[in-house]
């Protein structure tokens, strides 16, 4: 497994004093914790562009957590075959920032433009990168001496470092009458827009569904949500797009209400 960062690179130090942060800060609560990355997570998207908003978005997004050792028992996942999903927590380890540049603002994409308090948004730019995503469980499987639960409904870029896995409970984690701010609703997938494959493309599917035969349906769905970034520029002048799923580079173009996606080639 490669590109994966030291915990020394994941966990950041509080400072020593309060001025490398906030004059008026209070140093009280600046305490230092461990926090062992127990597996990364092997997802389809590959680099920022195409990572869904928010989990359950994207269809055909199938992934697994390795765990690592001494985590990778399975006594530790006795009793999770009864539950249907789980939360998984992990490190936005792409975002690590120092905290001399840590801002209360922050740009979500349902916003564009607008800036909301980092609290009230699930941005990866926080005092802690600390992420949690919930996503549906398709059970474990032991392969050598590597353990690895199978998962889709991913909204995290692969080699991801995840720290907890915690069952999803019905009854305590779903609120009747809960609202959701500026994001009341999930983001509604363009359907409007068609999308079409070239001859060659076509070809180079095909081979790629024999190896992930839910990968047309990934391709389309994570179009269809048009993944591009909502304050990334002239995006709009834009029409040539590329980006990564498993290990295949993609290239579209966007026409109006039209997507064709002109090369489809192995990395």
Not at 14 to 26: I, L
């Amino acid at each position: 497994m490669s590109c994966k960062p030291s915990l020394s690179s994941i966990i950041e130090k509080p400072p020593k004093t309060a001025e490398a942060v906030n004059p008026d800060m209070d140093t009280t609560h600046l305490n230092e914790f461990s926090i062992h990355t127990i597996g990364y997570l092997h997802s389809p998207f590959k680099d920022k562009f195409a990572v869904p908003r928010q989990p359950g978005l994207i269809e055909g997004d199938l992934g697994e957590i390795e765990l690592l050792p001494p985590w990778n028992r399975i006594e530790a996942l006795q009793g999770l075959d009864g539950f249907s999903h789980i939360w998984v927590m992990f490190i936005f380890h792409q975002a690590i920032k120092p905290v001399e540049q840590w801002r209360p603002t922050v740009r979500p994409p349902r916003e564009g433009a607008k800036r909301q308090g980092v609290f009230a948004t699930r941005s990866p730019y926080r005092p802690n990168p600390i992420g949690m995503s919930v996503m549906k469980y398709h059970g474990w499987e032991k392969r050598g001496k590597k353990l690895f639960i199978k998962v889709s409904g991913i909204d995290i870029i692969d080699q991801t470092p995840v720290i907890d896995i915690k069952p999803y409970l019905p009854y305590a984690d779903t609120i009747e009458g809960a609202t959701g701010g500026f994001a009341q609703s999930a983001p509604q997938s363009c359907d409007h827009i068609q999308v079409t494959i070239s001859p060659n493309s076509q070809q180079a599917l095909n081979k790629a569904k024999q190896q992930y035969p839910q990968f047309e349906a990934l391709l389309r769905s994570t179009l269809t949500h048009n993944p591009r970034p909502v304050h990334f520029g002239n995006i709009e002048k834009r029409s040539h797009f590329s980006v990564q799923l498993y290990q295949y580079q993609i290239e579209w173009l966007l026409e109006d209400d039209n997507i064709q996606v002109i090369q489809i080639k192995p990395i």
